[in-house]
């Protein structure tokens, strides 16, 4: 399997704090990659410099190379608005549009890339509600507000939100970490459809999530990549005593 | 016992003061009304579809006053409105940090600046300027409009709008800017994620979000501009005319009141300028309820359907 996602040597600040130090991973296509660790360990700044989101954060700064598909997306002439387009992104509570409809929240970014004609649109954003397993719930009320469905159905409508663009990769920040326990499956069930045809990547607290959804686990510690394995050794025989004290629950 | 019975004065106590605020506006209402009595008697309805103001023959119609007032408003906000967003999404969004608070602060002293002083500019710089430069080159470039048509007098209904919409534009802008700050960056990043450049992400994720904040901060400026007196009054001309041109002069009902008050010499003419104060009360309370309406409306949208 090729690699989809090679980041070397990825450093990332905010201001004079080193939030993330010396990155080298090579995450692979279309399996789901966990990224686990305790709060402020550097996961969702990690994800973030995948899609080019850190550095819109005043006063961020990053160094290193990430590659998407060979191309490093931080070379000079790499557009960062073109390549979020590529990657898809669901963050830690649902933010959909309230001023806009179901429709018009999936249709949302289509609009973006210069998708207007109603048929197109129309076959895209019904496709995208059914593959977030959206559309038997809203299928009669595409008018009414994002804001009006349950949370987590607005984590799903986010998700409907981001593949309607078709990206290569989505990465999902923590996406239950606002959602009851039955929402929670539903994403996670979700993952599994989704993974077929996406490169996913999942940052979580939560170590079930992980060993639930994950092919491979990622473990951050400090700002470092402490070890990243298959999610099943990772759980089961890790190699580093941080990664074991951390999955049994010693700290964090 | 004693703390409880402090409780209860203390209840009673706010809950008069909190009812004197609304007994106050309803003795203003009747004061208003009673003093109106003898011009609503005399001219009935006819007073607000008449457009003579004869104080020597005591034949009094407020429509031109009326006119004054909603026009002159209402192109202000239309003037405002473009120019006070453009300020707000620039400083709430666009523009580098060190820049952000001094121009924040640049345009509240705006809106500090007493409205006699925006009047005599308006006097000594606005209206001559548009008298030689701004009305002559609308009138060859437009006069085919109506609206561009007629003398060119420099004071008048041109001239008093964009008066009112300088006094506002703090208003609007800084109220905006507020509400854009408030905007969460979850929301920012959500469309920044899809791919939008930077302008796409401020018309998605910003002004979507903030729109009922906004419509709030245009009734604020609505309400400065239909109540706004001085500045108005020594601009528009006071001509009570309705006419179809911008450049003709106008009169507000704020206008003709603090002009014509103190030479008020007989009952009912007193009485005409009371009711045109009581009509202006009510064109405020009325384009309010609407206003209230509005965001009631789009916030509702927003929070449940």
């Not at chain 2, 506002?168 to 905007?183: D, G, H, Y």
Request: with cysteine; glycine share 8%; hydrophobic share 50%.
């Amino acid at each position: 399997m090729e690699a989809e996602i090679k980041v070397s040597n990825l450093y990332a600040y905010f201001g004079s704090i080193c939030a993330l130090r010396g990155i080298n991973i090579s995450i692979k296509e279309k399996v789901v990659t966990a990224v686990i660790g305790p709060s402020g360990c550097g996961k969702s700044t990690f994800i973030r410099c995948i899609n080019r989101l850190h550095e819109v954060v005043p006063e961020a700064k990053l160094s290193g190379e990430v590659l998407l598909g060979g191309k490093d997306i931080y070379s000079a002439d790499a557009d960062p608005i073109l390549i979020r387009r590529k990657i898809g992104m669901v963050f830690q509570r649902p933010n959909p549009f309230p001023a806009l409809s179901i429709y018009d929240n999936v249709a949302a970014g289509l609009k973006l890339n210069g998708i207007k004609r109603k048929n197109d649109l129309d076959g895209i954003v019904e496709r995208s509600l059914k593959m977030s397993a959206l559309w038997g719930e809203v299928k009669d009320k595409l008018n009414a507000s994002g804001v009006s469905l349950s949370g987590g159905q607005q984590q799903r409508l986010c998700i409907a939100r981001a593949l309607a663009v078709a990206p290569e990769v989505i990465l999902f920040d923590e996406p239950c970490s606002a959602l009851d326990p039955i929402s929670t499956g539903k994403i996670e069930e979700l993952l599994f459809q989704l993974k077929k045809n996406y490169t996913i990547i999942i940052v979580t607290h939560n170590m079930q999530q992980a060993a639930r959804v994950s092919d491979y686990t990622a473990f951050f510690l400090l700002g470092e990549l402490v070890e990243f394995d298959k999610t099943q050794d990772i759980f089961t025989k890790p190699k580093d005593n941080r990664t074991e004290d951390y999955i049994t629950g010693r700290f964090g | 016992m004693k703390i409880k019975s402090a409780d209860l004065w203390f209840k009673k106590a706010a809950a008069i003061l909190a009812l004197s605020a609304a007994a106050l506006v309803i003795l203003l209402v009747c004061s208003m009304a009673y003093y109106a009595l003898p011009a609503i008697r005399k001219f009935g309805l006819h007073f607000l579809h008449t457009s003579t103001w004869d104080p020597v023959k005591e034949i009094f119609g407020a429509l031109p006053f009326i006119y004054g007032t909603v026009i002159s408003s209402a192109l202000a906000l239309l003037m405002a409105l473009p120019v006070s967003l453009g300020i707000a999404v620039y400083l709430a969004e666009l523009a580098p940090c060190c820049l952000r608070e001094p121009l924040s602060f640049l345009i509240e002293l705006l809106a500090a600046i007493p409205s006699v002083v925006y009047g005599l500019w308006g006097i000594f710089f606005l209206a001559p300027f548009l008298r030689e430069t701004v009305q002559p080159f609308l009138f060859r470039y437009f006069g085919f409009l109506p609206l561009f048509q007629g003398e060119f007098y420099g004071v008048g209904m041109l001239s008093a709008a964009i008066i009112l919409s300088i006094m506002i534009i703090p208003t609007i802008s800084s109220i905006s800017r507020e509400v854009f700050l408030t905007v969460p960056s979850a929301q920012r990043e959500a469309a920044l994620a899809l791919g939008a450049t930077r302008w796409e992400t401020i018309r998605l994720a910003v002004l979507g979000y903030a729109r009922s904040g906004v419509l709030g901060a245009v009734i604020l400026g609505l309400g400065r501009a239909l109540g706004e007196t001085m500045a108005v009054t020594m601009v528009i001309g006071n001509r009570p005319e309705i006419s179809g041109s911008l450049f003709a002069p106008a009169y507000t009902m704020a206008s003709v009141i603090a002009n014509e008050f103190s030479e008020a010499t007989t009952d009912l003419y007193l009485s005409a300028l009371i009711e045109i104060g009581f009509i202006l009360f009510f064109v405020t309370l009325i384009i309010n309820i609407a206003a209230r309406a509005l965001i009631w409306r789009v916030s509702a949208k927003i929070k449940a359907k």
